[in-house]
């Protein structure tokens, strides 16, 4: 996955499904774009400011390690930077290295730190619509391998890769206005990124039709099981240096 497939949070309000927000969950955090983007960057430093260090900081010492940074590898950092920052440069490296996603709309809205959930809104606009009027599937089932990758892309961070390995979605009934993803990771990211270098991490994803009036429930649609693999970079480096010398 690109660096720029993590989206940028800017909250607006919804309406919780009670299968997954239980009365002694913490409240969910809503602000401006700007107190969000700092939310989100608090979550990144709590998975990393505990714990034994990340596997890409054992094997060479960051996203580099022993090798001299490339050109490449610095404009690639810089990137991945840019586009966590806040939601204009996503946008602008979403449209460059993921037109989906700019043209669809779809915005990783919140990430609760304390539980490891996230939201994505897809934005119910005519590029997402089918021919009688309803979100379209394609665009419901493609967004959905943005929006759990952007998630996990933006708790790992810029030093790692991540790949969508498997992907499983159930239509359940037609989505008339916009689709609500709400995400949450069945492993602890944090310990995965401790632990020995790659790994798989499974997200499920309730997809749900945002509800139009006040008081009105969200409306289940979809539900997602999307798998990741998660590769730091040090170790693509690592391995490409190991076939140049066999060469």
Not at 33 to 62: C, F, I, K, N
Not at 63 to 74: A, E, I, K, S, V
Not at 177 to 187: C, D, M, Q
Request: net charge positive; with cysteine; charged share 25%.
């Amino acid at each position: 996955m690109n660096p720029s497939d993590a989206l940028s949070t800017d909250m607006i309000d919804d309406l919780p499904l009670d299968a997954h927000s239980p009365a002694n969950d913490p409240a969910v955090r809503r602000g401006s774009q700007r107190g969000d983007s700092a939310g989100r960057a608090g979550l990144m430093e709590r998975a990393g400011d505990s714990g034994p260090p990340t596997a890409a900081a054992r094997v060479g010492g960051g996203t580099f390690g022993n090798h001299p940074p490339t050109l490449y590898d610095r404009v690639e950092a810089f990137v991945s930077r840019l586009s966590m920052r806040d939601n204009f440069w996503n946008s602008i490296c979403s449209l460059i290295w993921l037109p989906l996603a700019f043209f669809s709309g779809i915005r990783l809205k919140e990430i609760d730190v304390n539980t490891y959930m996230a939201r994505a809104v897809l934005p119910f606009r005519r590029f997402n619509r089918n021919w009688y009027r309803a979100m379209a599937g394609g665009a419901l089932l493609a967004n959905s391998e943005i929006a759990g990758g952007s998630y996990v892309f933006g708790i790992c961070g810029g030093d790692y890769t991540v790949v969508c390995k498997n992907l499983d979605y159930k239509f359940l009934r037609p989505c008339l206005g916009p689709a609500v993803y709400r995400i949450k990771a069945r492993e602890d990211i944090k310990t995965l990124m401790a632990g020995a270098g790659e790994f798989n991490i499974t997200v499920d994803m309730d997809v749900t039709q945002q509800a139009s009036r006040l008081g009105e429930r969200d409306k289940r649609v979809g539900q997602c099981v999307a798998t990741f693999h998660v590769t730091p970079k040090i170790l693509h480096k690592n391995r490409a240096a190991r076939r140049k010398k066999r060469a």
